[in-house]
Nanobody, 112 residues
């Protein structure tokens, strides 16, 4: 079992920055990949960024060069710079062992 708790969301003006954190607990040694997803109102949940156990990363095209995903021992981060109103969404942390685990989500609102 893995538990995920996100934090760091909030309201920021366009062009600003936020850093999201996701604290993982439980069987963290078995986590193979961790990801950030987001879901805007009326839209499907989409993958934002991912990091594998060996440190490989990938990003959704619209966030490349602005967002950085990183992971230390038991915490996943998403550094978000140059935020745009279209980045407004609930951001979810995801971890995969042999099953998928989700956090509860944290709201990010970017005002224009």
């Amino acid at each position: 079992q893995v538990q995920l708790v996100e934090s760091g969301g909030g309201v920021v003006q366009a062009g600003g920055s936020l850093r999201l954190s996701c604290a993982a607990s439980g069987s963290i040694f078995s986590i193979n990949v961790m990801r950030w997803y987001r879901q805007a109102p009326g839209k499907q949940r989409e993958l934002v960024a991912a990091v594998t156990k060996d440190g490989s990363t990938n990003y959704e095209d619209s966030v490349k060069g602005r967002f950085t995903i990183s992971r230390d021992k038991n915490t996943l981060y998403l550094q978000m710079n140059s935020l745009k109103p279209e980045d407004t969404a609930v951001y979810y942390c995801y971890a995969f062992t042999w099953v998928a685990y989700w956090g509860q989500g944290t709201q990010v609102t970017v005002s224009s």
